[in-house]
């Protein structure tokens, strides 16, 4: 049995952590909420959720750190079958088109659409598969929109420290995704 360092370091005993996280995920989670829910997506949510909450954590071991991530884990599962159940049986879901509504812009074809979401999917499984570091300030940067000197509190990096970390993983992205993923096409 180790002894827990300070909360600080709560941020990387996470991060090598992650693949016991991705673990529990694939063990405790049924098909029925995978088909609604991406594995990753569901490992990333429970993930931030303790980084964020990582101060709150007043543990002593290993053990009871990993106690606190299931406790985590199992509470975001359960909150997210009744969402998605609340979801479904929500009338105010279907709506009626409006008469004269377009459906199929003249600028963008079905197959222009399918191609956009062929290349989103292929984005996020590829962010996916990036370290957690990099993950993570994808996240912030891309998706919240935060600025770098935000991203450095967060982090408890300096701004350049912050600025440099998305670069490396915006080249890793690129790298992962390929020449096909050209944004010029």
């Not at 405790?28 to 959720?49: E, Y």
């Not at 991530?69 to 479904?88: G, K």
């Not at 509504?101 to 989103?120: K, Y």
Request: proline share 4%.
């Amino acid at each position: 049995m180790s002894v827990v360092d300070p909360p600080s370091s709560m941020t990387g005993w996470l991060v090598s952590n992650v693949s016991h996280l991705r673990q529990m995920t694939r063990k405790k989670v049924g098909r029925d909420l995978l088909t609604k829910v991406a594995l990753s997506d569901i490992v990333n949510d429970v993930w931030f959720k303790s980084w964020k909450d990582r101060h709150k954590f007043r543990g002593t071991t290993d053990a009871e750190r990993f106690g606190w991530l299931r406790r985590i884990f199992l509470n975001h599962v359960a909150n997210t079958r009744r969402s998605i159940e609340a979801e479904a049986r929500n009338p105010d879901r279907e709506q009626a088109i409006p008469e004269g509504v377009e459906l199929a812009g003249e600028e963008t074809s079905a197959i222009d659409q399918m191609m956009e979401e062929e290349r989103n999917r292929a984005i996020r499984a590829a962010v996916a598969d990036l370290p957690y570091h990099y993950q993570i300030v994808i996240d912030l940067r891309s998706y919240q929109k935060l600025s770098f000197p935000e991203i450095a509190t967060q982090l408890g990096l300096t701004t350049d420290a912050a600025t440099k970390l998305y670069a490396r993983a915006v080249l890793r992205l690129k790298a992962e995704l390929g020449s096909e993923f050209d944004p010029c096409r």
